[in-house]
């Protein structure tokens, strides 16, 4: 009789052990797959930056460059470039795994430095 209540015990604290290592795993799984995407966000935002500083290298050699699709790590960024009276409006897109970022600015040139005269961050 008394075997029973032990093996009882047993399986109960085994059950219940269980069921806390498997909460602890899910937690710390889904806090992993958490910090991936806010790693992926970033990497989308500042390739997206990239994507700006490309254009106003570009346009430093060309005036009239309008953009393309460039590599920067394992993101791909898409860039266009319309010119308008006070110089230019560029639009950065950039996607990094699941992520992706799009950046819209007007660029002036200042002194021969092209300068950042309007920021947006576009969802």
Known sequence: MELGYITLLVLVLFAVLSAYGLEMYVKAHSENKIARLE???RQ???AAEGGIEW????LQEDPDYTGETVQ???GT???SVLAHEKGY????????GFAKCRLKVEL???QDQWVITKYQEIY
Do not use: E
């Open 39 to 41: 790693a992926g966000s």
């Open 72 to 74: 920067i790590g394992k």
């Open 108 to 110: 002036a040139k200042v």
């Open 44 to 46: 989308a935002f500042y």
């Open 55 to 58: 254009v106003k290298m570009k």
């Open 89 to 96: 409006t560029v639009t950065s897109f950039a996607q990094y």
């Open 77 to 79: 960024v898409n860039v």
